[in-house]
């Protein structure tokens, strides 16, 4: 399995924008789905964007369609979450995850990272 690498998050104001990384080490990343969810206080974790191996395929959650652009470069291991246009209410724990099949559900993931905060002032 991969071992998972969050970073990027951080303090912004409404407006901003922001780039997470997640940096993938072991297992076969190439060939894996790999997804981003956030988890806000008090809320439970939510799918936020997932993109398939060919790095062409992505899913997003409504709230931030037109917003986030999920990617990856399989050449470093390494999927980003771009977030612009960023709301108060994306404020929370960004995690990244991968899976073995296509899928937006939380328990088919089976790597997760440790979490990177964004708070977003407004």
């Known amino acids: 399995q991969v071992q998972l690498v969050e970073s990027g998050g951080g303090l912004v104001q409404a407006g901003d924008s922001l780039r997470l990384s997640c940096a993938a080490s072991g297992g076969t990343f190439s060939s894996v789905t790999m997804g981003w969810f956030r988890q806000a206080p008090g809320k439970e974790r939510e799918f936020v964007a997932a993109?398939?191996?060919?790095?062409?395929?992505?899913n997003y959650a409504d709230p931030v369609k037109g917003r986030f652009a999920i990617s990856r470069d399989n050449t470093v291991n390494t999927v980003y979450l771009q977030m612009n246009s960023l709301k108060s209410e994306d404020t929370a724990v960004y995690y990244c995850a991968a899976s073995n099949s296509w899928t937006v559900v939380r328990g088919l993931f089976h790597s997760w990272g440790q979490g990177t905060q964004v708070t977003v002032s407004s």
């Open positions: 993109i398939l191996w060919n790095g062409v395929t992505t």
